[in-house]
């Protein structure tokens, strides 16, 4: 069957080393957290993320074209190396056994690959072959067992192929017998939903969080400037404003500070302070930006003031402090409902949302403020901010705005009957219809037994202090015939939360699952909920959204819990999702922090959200980000731990471990699974010289050259190696010798063949449990 003949390396029986208490409970910890990090089937790709749906077709691995972990340069690769392994077969071989080998080398593109691989996190042993059942690994291993020492360089799986095809399978064991190839392509559970958002039991998505900042004093906006930079601007209820970069580090001098001027309080729920932040349409070319922010005018009244500032000539990261120009102010009659936010609608106008003027129920005048369209209190107001009127204001009224024409109505109006919305969106519209472009969602916070959503329709009365939700709230008011209110398109009571965050239509790229679904929160209950629209029925069903599970966010770098407090929601350039939260809400308390959501059931395809920001001069020094709240992965890890600490009391897990990590260079193996991952840096090759890898395929780096012997399988594959996990070296090679140094004494040499022994002994164990 094959043409040529397949030497083997050849290496002499290692026997397992002498078992202390202390080397049992560190292989038992290793194998403990393998277990945590099985991670029961969990959807994901050998680079540690989630899996995709191909731009382009495959060619080769088909199977996978529709949902899996491989575009279409990676399936060239495999294919390359499929055409590389059958030139060592002849035509019956080829019959034999190129449908096995095709198979296995397509398990890199299973959308279960990292579960196939034993790779769901950087701390398990990984895997040469894929977890194969035990009927399809016999059928393998009895026609086509020759072809093993193509497939993998792995000494355990090569040795015992010739006669034990039981042994052989055994190794390739999944401890879940559902997701071994080919069973896991059959499973209708696995893969009904395979790919879609995913549920618990109750329904609740499963979305996952990467911190971005924290730190922060309420952070109660986050926006762009829509200038291609992609920077963030985090303003913080106190009056201050920061800039943060693409790279997540943030500008050491503020972009602007009001806090001398800015009426907040450190007070617990003290809804004044620096509101709103909103940046021109043509803010590249006029440098123009809008802030909303309680201040106290003459006499001591308190206010809400919009004004237009402009950035500085000399700092693109700095507004200039005297620029500031006074647009609109509005006296507030007391200190609660003060609204806040501003945005640019796709009209190029200014929307001003205002909160009823507080207290209890709108008590101001016969029908209170909202009602009332002489007041600008309780509204949306629009105006055109790119120039002045002839009566005195600094702005002009829309000629198309809903009461220009009614007596008594204040022009500025656009929509009334709201209480105190706190956060609200313009949609961006689906990325390829652009269905849905333009609405305004608007979270309004409700008095006592509702909270409501809102889309924001011109002349709209949203029915405040009439209703409150789809509730009267003013039995009076509420029954008047020509109230025609607007209807919110949820509402919830305050056994769910008791006040609103408005959100933002998902429209990023990242994320597809998440396309057109409205995320918002509760600022109370810290809950996080999720509308979508029906678009038969126009209706809008609502979903929680869950975290808190460290399996189902354990990937590199996500989190699964957050600040309770949700404050606001943002978006960035590229049309992700954050939310921004704090554990302590107070004005002076630097708990804030910021988050984006992540989807861990699938992803973009790669090199399809790639941008390219436009570089921006920066004078102020960088405070790069240092991430405060622990990932998935490290409470997996914690867990382990104190379940091997309670399995073995006696024992601190405080002394090797952390001698271990501090060792140098990577320990030699056979080529792995994930051989040229930077998690587990290899050895570089000379220049030119050509690595053939068995193992799934990543970022490869070269191997040097060694000696080889004429026709041997290694004058065609470069060797790669990878360091084990810390508690497998606990043992160490002797301090202050580099790995591969030889030992300068007896002693030395002596320790050097005992950490060989234990390592050869560990992996064969190692794999043999997780197997």
């Given at each position: 069957?094959?043409r040529?003949?397949?030497?083997?390396?050849?290496?002499?029986?290692r026997?397992?080393?002498?078992?202390?208490?202390?080397r049992?409970?560190?292989?038992?910890?290793?194998?403990?957290?393998?277990q945590?990090?099985l991670?029961?089937?969990?959807?994901q790709?050998?680079?540690?993320?989630?899996?995709?749906?191909?731009?382009?077709?495959?060619?080769?691995?088909?199977?996978?074209?529709?949902?899996?972990?491989?575009?279409?340069?990676?399936?060239?690769?495999?294919?390359a190396?499929?055409?590389?392994?059958?030139?060592?077969?002849?035509?019956?071989?080829?019959?034999?056994?190129?449908?096995?080998?095709k198979?296995?080398?397509?398990?890199e593109?299973?959308?279960?690959?990292?579960?196939?691989?034993?790779?769901e996190?950087?701390?398990?042993?990984?895997?040469?072959?894929?977890?194969?059942?035990s009927?399809?690994?016999?059928?393998?291993?009895?026609?086509?067992h020759?072809?093993i020492?193509?497939?993998?360089n792995?000494?355990r799986?090569?040795?015992?192929h010739?006669?034990?095809?039981?042994?052989?399978?055994?190794?390739?064991?999944?401890p879940?017998?559902?997701?071994?190839?080919?069973?896991?392509?059959?499973?209708?559970?696995?893969n009904?939903?395979l790919g879609?958002?995913?549920?618990?039991?109750?329904?609740c998505?499963?979305?996952?969080?990467?911190?971005?900042?924290?730190g922060?004093?309420?952070?109660v906006?986050?926006?762009?400037?829509g200038d291609?930079?992609?920077?963030?601007?985090?303003?913080e209820?106190?009056?201050?404003?920061?800039?943060?970069?693409?790279?997540r580090?943030?500008?050491?001098?503020?972009?602007?500070?009001l806090?001398?001027?800015?009426?907040?309080?450190?007070?617990?729920?003290?809804e004044?302070?620096?509101?709103?932040l909103?940046?021109?349409?043509k803010f590249?070319r006029?440098?123009?930006?809008?802030?909303y922010?309680?201040?106290?005018?003459?006499k001591?009244?308190?206010?809400?003031?919009i004004?237009?500032?402009?950035?500085?000539?000399a700092?693109?990261?700095?507004?200039?402090?005297?620029?500031?120009r006074?647009?609109?102010e509005?006296?507030?009659?007391?200190?609660?409902?003060?609204?806040?936010?501003?945005?640019?609608?796709?009209?190029?106008y200014?929307?001003?949302?205002?909160?009823?003027g507080?207290?209890?129920?709108?008590?101001?005048?016969?029908?209170?403020?909202?009602?009332?369209?002489?007041?600008?209190?309780g509204?949306?107001?629009?105006?055109?901010?790119?120039?002045?009127?002839?009566?005195?204001?600094?702005y002009r009224?829309?000629?198309?705005?809903?009461?220009?024409?009614?007596?008594?109505?204040?022009?500025?109006?656009y929509?009334?009957?709201?209480?105190?919305?706190w956060?609200?969106?313009?949609?961006?519209?689906?990325?390829?219809?652009?269905?849905?472009r333009?609405?305004?969602?608007?979270?309004?916070?409700?008095q006592?037994?509702f909270?409501?959503?809102?889309?924001?329709?011109?002349?709209?009365n949203?029915?405040?202090r009439a209703?409150?939700?789809?509730?009267?709230?003013?039995?009076?008011?509420?029954?008047?015939?020509?109230?025609?209110?607007?209807?919110?398109?949820?509402?919830?009571?305050?056994?769910?939360?008791?006040?609103?965050?408005?959100?933002?239509?998902?429209?990023?790229c990242?994320?597809?699952?998440?396309?057109?679904?409205y995320?918002?929160?509760?600022?109370?209950?810290?809950?996080?909920?999720?509308?979508?629209e029906?678009?038969?029925?126009?209706?809008?069903k609502?979903?929680?959204?869950?975290l808190?599970?460290?399996?189902?966010?354990?990937?590199?770098?996500?989190?699964?819990?957050?600040?309770?407090?949700?404050?606001?929601?943002?978006?960035?350039?590229?049309?992700?999702l954050?939310?921004?939260?704090?554990?302590?809400?107070?004005?002076?308390?630097?708990?804030?922090?910021?988050?984006?959501?992540?989807?861990p059931?699938?992803?973009?395809p790669?090199?399809?959200?790639?941008?390219?920001p436009v570089?921006?001069k920066?004078?102020?020094?960088?405070?790069?980000?240092?991430?405060?709240?622990?990932?998935?992965?490290?409470?997996?890890?914690e867990?382990?731990?104190?379940?091997?600490?309670?399995?073995?009391?006696?024992r601190?897990?405080a002394?090797?471990?952390?001698?271990?990590?501090s060792?140098?260079?990577?320990?030699?193996?056979?080529?792995?699974a994930?051989?040229?991952?930077?998690?587990f840096?290899g050895?570089?090759?000379?220049?030119?010289?050509?690595?053939?890898?068995?193992?799934?395929?990543?970022?490869?780096?070269?191997?040097?050259?060694?000696?080889?012997g004429?026709?041997?399988?290694?004058?065609?594959?470069?060797?790669?190696?990878?360091?084990?996990?810390a508690?497998?070296?606990?043992?160490?090679?002797?301090?202050?010798r580099?790995?591969?140094?030889p030992?300068?004494?007896?002693?030395?040499?002596?320790a050097?063949?005992?950490?060989?022994?234990?390592?050869?002994w560990?992996?064969?164990?190692?794999?043999?449990?997780?197997?």
């Amino acid at each position: 069957m094959l043409r040529r003949s397949i030497p083997r390396s050849g290496g002499s029986q290692r026997a397992p080393w002498l078992l202390t208490s202390s080397r049992i409970f560190y292989l038992c910890l290793t194998v403990l957290w393998g277990q945590v990090g099985l991670l029961q089937g969990h959807p994901q790709c050998l680079d540690y993320g989630p899996p995709f749906r191909p731009l382009l077709h495959l060619e080769f691995c088909s199977d996978y074209e529709s949902f899996g972990c491989c575009d279409q340069r990676k399936d060239h690769r495999i294919a390359a190396r499929y055409w590389d392994i059958m030139e060592y077969f002849d035509l019956k071989g080829h019959e034999l056994c190129g449908g096995y080998i095709k198979d296995i080398l397509c398990q890199e593109c299973s959308p279960y690959a990292a579960h196939l691989y034993d790779a769901e996190n950087p701390q398990t042993p990984l895997r040469n072959l894929p977890g194969l059942c035990s009927d399809y690994c016999s059928a393998f291993h009895s026609s086509c067992h020759s072809a093993i020492s193509l497939l993998t360089n792995d000494h355990r799986l090569q040795k015992p192929h010739q006669k034990d095809g039981a042994h052989f399978c055994h190794l390739l064991n999944l401890p879940d017998k559902d997701y071994c190839f080919p069973k896991v392509l059959r499973s209708d559970h696995l893969n009904r939903n395979l790919g879609v958002v995913a549920e618990d039991h109750r329904g609740c998505l499963q979305l996952c969080l990467t911190e971005v900042a924290n730190g922060l004093r309420n952070p109660v906006s986050m926006v762009h400037a829509g200038d291609g930079t992609h920077r963030f601007f985090v303003a913080e209820q106190i009056g201050v404003v920061w800039v943060y970069l693409p790279d997540r580090s943030r500008l050491e001098q503020p972009f602007l500070d009001l806090k001398s001027i800015v009426l907040t309080t450190p007070w617990v729920g003290d809804e004044r302070g620096f509101l709103g932040l909103a940046f021109h349409p043509k803010f590249r070319r006029n440098r123009k930006f809008y802030i909303y922010y309680s201040c106290l005018g003459k006499k001591r009244v308190e206010k809400i003031r919009i004004s237009e500032m402009k950035v500085s000539r000399a700092d693109p990261n700095k507004a200039d402090p005297k620029s500031e120009r006074v647009i609109l102010e509005i006296e507030e009659p007391a200190s609660n409902h003060n609204g806040g936010q501003l945005l640019f609608g796709l009209d190029g106008y200014m929307y001003i949302f205002t909160g009823d003027g507080g207290q209890t129920g709108d008590p101001f005048g016969k029908f209170g403020n909202a009602q009332n369209k002489s007041s600008l209190l309780g509204k949306v107001l629009r105006i055109d901010v790119d120039g002045a009127s002839s009566g005195g204001r600094r702005y002009r009224i829309p000629l198309d705005n809903p009461f220009v024409s009614e007596p008594g109505a204040h022009p500025a109006i656009y929509a009334y009957g709201i209480r105190n919305m706190w956060r609200c969106a313009v949609d961006r519209g689906d990325p390829t219809t652009r269905q849905g472009r333009g609405r305004m969602f608007c979270g309004d916070v409700g008095q006592n037994r509702f909270e409501e959503v809102d889309i924001i329709v011109k002349g709209g009365n949203y029915g405040w202090r009439a209703k409150e939700g789809f509730e009267c709230y003013d039995k009076k008011l509420c029954h008047n015939a020509s109230l025609d209110d607007v209807l919110p398109i949820y509402a919830y009571g305050h056994a769910v939360g008791k006040s609103v965050t408005g959100g933002y239509v998902y429209r990023g790229c990242e994320s597809p699952n998440l396309n057109g679904l409205y995320i918002f929160g509760d600022f109370m209950s810290g809950r996080l909920m999720a509308l979508q629209e029906d678009r038969r029925t126009k209706k809008w069903k609502k979903q929680d959204i869950c975290l808190g599970s460290p399996e189902s966010c354990a990937f590199p770098g996500l989190i699964s819990t957050y600040s309770k407090f949700i404050i606001s929601f943002a978006e960035d350039e590229a049309g992700e999702l954050y939310f921004l939260a704090t554990s302590y809400p107070s004005a002076y308390t630097p708990r804030g922090s910021i988050y984006k959501f992540v989807d861990p059931s699938r992803r973009a395809p790669p090199g399809k959200c790639k941008y390219k920001p436009v570089p921006v001069k920066t004078k102020s020094k960088r405070v790069q980000f240092r991430p405060l709240a622990k990932t998935a992965l490290d409470l997996l890890k914690e867990q382990s731990l104190k379940e091997a600490a309670r399995r073995f009391p006696d024992r601190t897990l405080a002394s090797r471990p952390d001698r271990a990590s501090s060792r140098k260079g990577p320990s030699k193996k056979p080529i792995s699974a994930t051989s040229g991952r930077k998690t587990f840096p290899g050895p570089r090759a000379k220049k030119g010289a050509r690595v053939w890898s068995p193992g799934p395929q990543g970022k490869r780096r070269k191997s040097p050259k060694a000696p080889r012997g004429r026709g041997s399988p290694s004058a065609r594959r470069g060797r790669a190696t990878r360091s084990l996990p810390a508690p497998l070296l606990s043992g160490g090679p002797v301090r202050g010798r580099a790995w591969g140094q030889p030992p300068r004494h007896a002693e030395a040499a002596a320790a050097a063949r005992d950490l060989r022994r234990r390592r050869s002994w560990g992996r064969r164990w190692g794999l043999a449990q997780r197997a």
